[in-house]
């Protein structure tokens, strides 16, 4: 059995009493976020400039390129570096420099902003220069993602899935219980909450028929998932224990895993999905770190068969983050909730999927994002996507206002939100918007 | 239907006919590289001295990076560039310049070594400093890949495959005959050639089991494979149409595909192919460009039924490449060949795969591989890889020196061998070899 080592984890306040943190900078009760935040996320100012690392703070932008600068970081591991972490334009080249880093560098942004430190709080010209509101900052994809894995970790997904194809019998595949499901997907194609979706063209096997056709996709739809992007690799040939997997991890965002259901349904036996996911996957564009997700972590669901060794894991290997997805179609004003549903039903946490992804001497790099697949829960009004909502749109979903949906149309705009809720405050990942656009 | 249009490609020798150039380097008859080949690669002296990019002549390497300092191609597109292609650890920047540069440096670069141009020829302080022998080099991998893609395009392969797990009549799924199958595989596992490949574990289901083990793979195999370079890519949303998908292609580099039989039967529904293969593929070090496999370009198989308009493709769309692989276990002085098959016999061609990855508006990248999947020939001793040789293992490989194999043992070395037959010479890929090494 294995433990984390907690011993380096700082929680720098206790979600389950009032916060005893708080920022200079105004926070509402309900912004996701609080100083217990403090997410990375790369930004370029509307006003112009290159892209550079900031983190969230209530509704503005610091800028720790500027902070980088001015000699903020001097007694971090920062310090000794001979080149910028924050004037890049991902996240890549702070992600490398690994945990003591990243603990560092949290605390130090995490001490500048307190309300009772007057460092950058008195230092005017310095606010003038690294605040920004986040209304007047473009944001952009944080990460540079060489490999993106897509895992099948939520069951209630795999088994809704599985019963629509096969029946309840044979709904889960006999290995999805013995190891974290999962496939390769398309780096290139990952883009950042606000680039909006073109409808993609492929074959399509019509229903009855023997020939495909080459048409716009009929079933697009969209996935609710979290991903986890890892900081640290490890070598080629050198699989990564369960008990250090949490070291080799930065942090998560919400990922719309976009799915062409018809593309899919053609193309992907034997080898699985390719270009029916390959034309789109969005990302929020904050990292939310695994320390500021520290105190929202609870214990997973109860697995049984009891996994192999390398994949036991005991105590708390989920984490407790709401959920929700929404739709706002052109003629509604704004978005309506068609889903609540949480990270921690998630029956494989990140933790084993790092060990399983590696245990074949499987070389995971800084940037690679480690998506969880559609995360479902255990009623009707927590399903991750429109396949099991609508299944398989044999029941149209009603909107508000009377339309209905079996898939998504043009100029629908698909929302995902998720949070930890801390005791008056909450610790958040904003949100994954994108709008679909129609196909070329 | 479409064409190509050949107007930009020069075909600076005739195959068919005895080779008119000549380079002042001494080029043996049987060698890969004479100067009707000039692939390109990236190597360092064993000497000292960054990675840097050379073109391959005879058993000797010339380093691009000092003609380019010195002003050897002054007369081309790349001495309008601020920067150095050549002087770089990977093709990427060169392969981003596009087909006209790519098309003036190959003109340059014969030009500069012909037996009758003394620029290069006389010029002993460059030559001393601009040629290698390879033995004197280590190669690296050539390109920075960030999406690499496995195809699945011969139906030999795909229908011995199919016989063997699902019977005659239902070897080929239904979508076969109709797109060219592929899903994403894992870029980080790229490895060049002579880089050592560590037998990986993973889960297997032992047989009559319905519980798996962790374990070394007992069914370990090559795949014998080819992968084109993507040079210049697609905007997100913008599909490749097939008539322009060869100004896209760079060149081509042999592929061992290395898999685990056992992991990737456990964990391959539904999803494809994970930790079966993503412990490593190796390549050989010498892309050879596709200007100069131009003169090798055959008809492909006829293609029944007709595919869709958007993979229609009328003309020479394959290349006559010999292929060998063989093999040498401990015991033995000398490498066995065990199949010999040729990449002609593929019935999806590179520019079909092209057109089918781009038509969802998939962004292709510099850099991105696009592998064949296993080429396999129509008879017994045509066949690229063990699973098919050995029937799964079932009817066990005699070697020479009387030794078996059903799969791959430590020890053994997988050598695969692609060249095109000119009239007394030969445009070769050199190798891909690597040794299996002991699970951990």
Known sequence: MTRFNYLEVEILDDPTTAPTLRSFIPVAP????????????????????SARVGTAIGDQVLDLSVLEKKGFFSDTVLDELEHSVFDEPFLNAFMRLGRRAWKEAREQVSS??????????????TRRKAFYFQADVEMCLPVFTIDYTDFYSSKYHAFNVGMMFRGPENALQPNWLHLPVGYHGR????????????????????S?????????????????????????????????????????????????????????????????????????TSISPWVVTLDALEPFRVE???????????LRFEGKGAYDIHLEVAIQVRSMDQPHVLSRTNFKYLYWNVFQQVAHHSINGCNLQTGDLLASGTISGPTPDSLGCLLEITQNGKKPLILPNGETRRYLQDGDRVIMRGWCQGKGYRVGFGEVSCKILPAL
């Open 300 to 310: 997973g669901p109860l697995q049984d068969p009891e996994p192999l060794p390398y």
């Open 30 to 49: 309900n912004s996701h976020f609080p100083i217990q935040n403090l997410p990375y996320g790369v930004f370029k100012p509307s006003s112009g400039g």
């Open 208 to 280: 009855g028929s023997n020939d495909p056709i080459l048409a716009p996709t009929m079933a697009l739809d969209f996935e609710l998932e979290m991903g986890a992007y890892v900081g640290i690799g490890n070598e080629l040939g050198h699989p990564i224990p369960i008990e250090k997997a949490r070291d080799h991890l930065f942090g998560m965002v919400l990922v719309n895993d976009w799915s062409a259901r018809d593309l899919q349904r053609w193309e992907y036996v034997p080898l699985g999905p390719f270009l029916g996911k390959s034309f789109a």
């Open 187 to 206: 780096a290139s194609s990952l883009v950042v909450s606000g680039k909006d979706v073109r409808r993609p063209r492929g074959q399509i096997l019509p």
């Open 112 to 125: 500048l902003l307190r309300a009772d430190n007057p460092l950058l709080r008195d230092d005017k010209e």
